[in-house]
């Protein structure tokens, strides 16, 4: 297995494709992140944060997290997006030019190109059309993808504000006044007998029978 190195928006990053829960500890060791050690795991609901929250949780990533997470040398684990909570660690990380591990959600890439000929549907020239997604096999979806065509102009989907957390309890408790009714009555069904239709043929249109309830 080996380690790829990839940059987004101009900022690097190593690659590494776990295809199988076996092939973990060989991935760890092509990525360089020490094994075994302390690990850090940083999730939360993106989405409910507000510019305000965001201000009065930067000094606690700045001055205390991420310090903390280089003096003991952990690795540092989050839902792998920019913004909430994720997007604090990275940016405190990076203020402080850390070099604690920092391990995100790694998605798939695959490009596509498809060219119509010229002449082929009218056009005088050729027509390329460009589609590539990102997919995450962790997460089960698609986290980024694009699509360019001339014809349309270019469409983008981003999967943002990606929450790990567990949902709240409260979505699974019984409401107030739960209770089971059962009904033992037997339930009958009545079929109704089919009827045919025919129409009455007009013109040149032949007779058509069929068959409704």
Known sequence: MRARQIRVDDRG???VHVR???TLAEALEAAGLPSPGPVLVVVGGAGRLDAAELRR???LFRDGLVPALERVGAVAVDGGTDAGVMRLLGDAREDSSASFPLVGVAAEGTRTTFTIAAGKIGNDRPIETVYEKWYSDELQMVVFSKSSDPRF??????LTNINRSEPDPSLFEK???YKVVSDARPTTYRLAPTRK???VPVKNVATTTVTKP
């Not at 102009?153 to 981003?158: A, I, K, M, N, V």
Request: net charge positive; glycine share 10%; charged share 15%.
């Open 13 to 15: 990053a190593i690659y």
């Open 153 to 158: 102009g270019e469409q983008t989907y981003r």
């Open 20 to 22: 199988t829960r076996a």
């Open 57 to 59: 949780l930067t000094p």
């Open 175 to 177: 409401p107030a006044g």
């Open 197 to 199: 239709v025919t129409t």
